[in-house]
Every structure is written in C-alpha cells, then in structure tokens.
C-alpha cells in the first residue's frame, strides 16, 4: 500500500532533505555565490532523473536564474499533472538566532530545523517520495518546474512560463508552495491577495526651516504626510479608502484569533485590527501596509521644519479586485486628504494580480479524497495573505488547467525566518497527498 510504502521512504526523504538544506541556494550574488544556486540545480537534476523522469534540464531565465524542467510520460490518454516547486531560499537573516546552522538538517523537539526544511525544499522531497512510492505504477503523466528565483521575486520563471509552453502544459497545476492551516489539517491555499506598490511625495517649502523661527504658521511637510497616511485606518484599524470595499467575508477555514496573536507574536494587550475575523481581514479585505518612510532619524535631527517627506505604501486586495484600480483609488484618496495644500506627487510601482483557485471540477474533486484517505479528515480551504504573481501567469498561459495551492509549510515552520523547520508527518502525508491525487485524478479522467 502506498502509506507503507511512503512509510518505508521516510529515511530516503529525510536524507534528501538534509543534501538539498546543505545547498545555500539564495538567488542573490550579493549575498551568496551562485555555485550554491548552481550544484542545487544539479541535485534536482540528477534526482529527478533516478526517480524515472526523461529530458530533465536547467534553463537559464531572464533574470539569471535557472528552472528546471522534466517530464514523465504516463499511459496513453491520460491526464498530465505539473507539479511546481522552488529550490531557491531565503538568507539566514540573523545568524546569531539560530540554534543549529541554516544550512545543517538538524531534527529536534520533533521536527526538522534548517533553511529550506520548508520553504520550499520540503515540497521537493514530498515529490521526489510521491514518485518513488509509486514507482512504475504512475497513472498520470507527470511534468515537473523547479524555479530559482521564487524568494527573490524577480519574475524569471514568469518569463519562462508562456514562452515554453510546450514543456509545461498540463491538466491540473499542483503548485507545492502553502501549506495546511495546521499540522494534520489537509488545506488547499484557494486565494491570494494582489498587491500594488506605491511611494507618495510630499513638499510644502523650498527648503528647511528653523522650527523655533517659522514653527506654527510654516505648513510642515511631515506633519502633513502623517495626517494623509493617518486616514487610511479608521480608529477600529479597518481600511478606510474611499471608494474602495473593505467589507468582504471569507468562507473557508477560519483563522483563530489566538492562533494569529501567537503567529504574528503581538504583543500582550495590544488589539488585533478590524471588525472582521481573522480571515476576513487577511485573505477577503484590502489593506494598505507604510513600508517606510523618509524623515530624518530621531538620533541626528535637528530642531527643524522638514520641507518634503515621502512614503512607500504597499495595497493588497483580495480576488475579484483589480490592484490597478484599487491603487487608482488609494492615488485619489491621499490626494484628497492632503492638508494645506501640500504639494503631492505619486511614482507607482509593481504590480500583481490577485488569484482564485479551482474550487470544483475533476482535480479539485480528486484533491479532496486524496486529502481525506491522506489526513483522514476533510480537506478545508484557507486564503493567503501574500501574493504569487506565477500563479496568475499559469492561470492566464493554462486557462483550461484546474490550479491547486499545498504544501508543508503550516505556521509552526516559521518560513523566512531563522529556525525554519518542517514537521516530518507533514512531509509524509503530503507525499501521500500527491501520490493518491495522482490515481484519484488518472481514475476520474478515464471515467469521464
């Protein structure tokens, strides 16, 4: 049976795991050489190679890194299944407050702790265990695309995508970068937030001013910025700009309150934003987040009056929203609220589409008994605050493909941040995950 069998693999995938987390494969030359970037992607190729997929290769994309791609031809007539994953990771970030090396698989207080464990090297050993375990019996043909960049977000596989469609076309996507609301709860990831990036300028005078000469009448440019950015946020902390809905409602899993304090780590007695739940506030609301801002630091001022400030605010929205036009409004918005008639310019940045997954038809049917004979439970379904522009090029080069989110990576993990970790029973069920979904999906097209 294929849980005994998977079972069995449990040593191989750990072992896998432990080579790929020794690989620092950050996409950024800045911080690490590309060799670790480049002897990851010899690793996948050699590995995918033995687990019997043909013409796996490295491509180089636009943006320096490489994808690599491969393909295992099932029985005539039968579906194919992409399965998508990144070998790219995020940097250490602060050396100092790991407790065992990034770049060393170290298993402690039951999980496995090091850079990539989940994000997004777990999802490369629940497929290479998937395969493994079923061997020869493999129902679907199966197409693979590692990217090299995802951490990065510099668009190579995006870039990639529609120009080699041929090697990636499939029936159903399965992009192995979420995760489960919780380990032993099977979720699919069915929503992701757009985003549009914005950076709004503020001037008031021609130049600095002594705060004690001209303080009081002299308009401060500050000031003024403060007061636009103060009325995106109404006092209960919903997002407050005109024009735009903030009053959706989300109808998946719920996000507890207590779960996200603990997740984001606020601190005790401060308030969670919003009059809606968790959920609703996260995955079905818009939201507009100050980046940072440009004013002198508190160490080094001077007792002055700041002729010009500026801001970099980021918008998110859920699906069904276009973050051009939302952005459009937020550009109105501050517009009409700046005071004094302060002089205001905006530079708009990027941009991403918000994403909806399948939530019907044949692979999302055949996703939910997988996850039921996996977890024995019924799979739920939760939204993601984040934005993965890839999955939207998919969605736009694939139209007729059934697009699902899953993966390993539950809060505990805590990706992209030090002592990254993965629990090994969300590796194994999610491998058993994949294999079922691989027979479920080859019995529900064969019976169509």
């Known amino acids: ?39 990851m992607v010899d690793w996948l190729v050699d590995a995918f190679t033995s687990v019997g997929l043909s013409e796996v290769a490295a491509h180089v994309t636009a943006d320096g890194s490489k994808a690599v791609t491969g393909v295992r031809p099932g029985p005539p007539g039968a579906p194919t299944v992409l399965l998508y994953f990144h070998h790219d990771v995020q940097p250490p970030l602060d050396d100092a407050a790991w407790l065992s090396s990034p770049w060393e698989l170290v298993e402690r207080d039951g999980r496995w702790f ?146 996200f304090r603990s997740d984001a780590q606020v601190l005790d007695g401060v308030d969670l934003l919003g009059d809606g739940t968790v959920a609703d506030m996260l995955w079905a609301r818009p939201v507009v987040t100050i980046l940072g801002i440009d004013c002198p630091p508190v160490v080094g001022s001077s007792a002055a009056i700041q002729p010009s400030a500026r801001a970099r605010l980021n918008l998110r929205v859920p699906p069904g929203t276009d973050p051009a036009a939302a952005r459009d409004k937020l550009i109105a918005h501050l517009r009409a609220a700046a005071p004094w008639g302060a002089r205001v310019s905006m530079e708009p940045g990027g941009i991403g589409a918000p994403f909806a997954g399948s939530l019907g038809g044949p692979a999302y049917d055949a996703m939910a008994r997988a996850m039921a004979d996996a977890y024995g439970r019924d799979l739920e379904t939760q939204g993601q605050g984040g934005s993965i522009p890839l999955c939207t090029v998919f969605q736009e080069t694939f139209p007729d493909a059934e697009i699902m989110l899953l993966g390993v990576c539950e809060p505990e993990c805590r990706i992209h941040a030090p002592n990254e970790s993965v629990h090994p029973s969300e590796v194994a069920n999610m491998a058993l995950v994949v294999a079922r979904f691989l027979q479920e999906f080859a019995g529900s097209s064969a019976s169509e």
């Open 1 to 39: 049976m294929l849980r005994e069998r998977i079972r069995d693999l449990m040593p191989q995938a750990q072992a896998d795991l432990a080579e790929m987390v020794t690989f620092r494969s950050v996409h950024d030359a800045a911080q690490f050489p590309v060799e670790g970037c480049d002897a």
């Open 114 to 259: 090091g850079r990539g464990t989940a994000d997004d090297k777990g999802s490369i050993a629940v497929v290479l265990t998937a395969l493994r375990a079923l061997g020869d019996d493999l129902p679907v043909t199966v197409r693979i695309v590692g990217e090299g960049s995802e951490e990065q977000g510099t668009g190579g596989l995006e870039d990639f995508v529609p120009r080699h469609p041929e090697l990636l076309r499939a029936d159903a996507i399965l992009v192995l970068d979420s995760g489960n609301v919780a380990v032993g709860r099977p979720t699919l990831t069915t929503s992701l937030r757009g985003v549009a990036d914005l950076v709004v300028t503020v001037e008031t005078a021609r130049s600095v001013l002594h705060s004690g000469m001209f303080g009081g009448p002299a308009p401060d440019a500050l000031a003024a910025l403060v007061a636009m950015l103060a009325t995106l946020r109404d006092a209960a902390g919903n997002t407050t700009i005109d024009g735009l809905d903030a009053s959706g409602s989300w109808a998946g899993a719920e996000y507890p309150a207590d779960r």
